[in-house]
């Protein structure tokens, strides 16, 4: 019996799209980033430094 439970929790898991949106934008952003790193050399320092903050609130968010 768990383990029909545990497939149906799986096939669950699977078909929840919540969160797809946020993540589709976050890859967006990324490529924009890159994508003016690449055009404009002299900003690409501010770029990483941008994704270096959000990084670390990330981590410190998964780890609260």
């Known amino acids: 019996m768990t383990k029909l439970l545990d497939i149906a929790w799986k096939l669950r898991i699977w078909k929840d799209k919540r969160g797809q949106d946020l ?13 003016a790193g690449a055009i404009m050399p002299n900003i690409s ?3 990483s430094t941008i994704f270096s ?3 670390s609130v990330m981590t410190q968010a998964a780890a609260s």
Do not use: D, Q
């Open 45 to 47: 320092a501010s770029i």
């Open 23 to 35: 993540i589709e934008y976050a890859l967006m952003a990324g490529f924009v980033a890159v994508a």
């Open 53 to 55: 903050k959000v990084s």
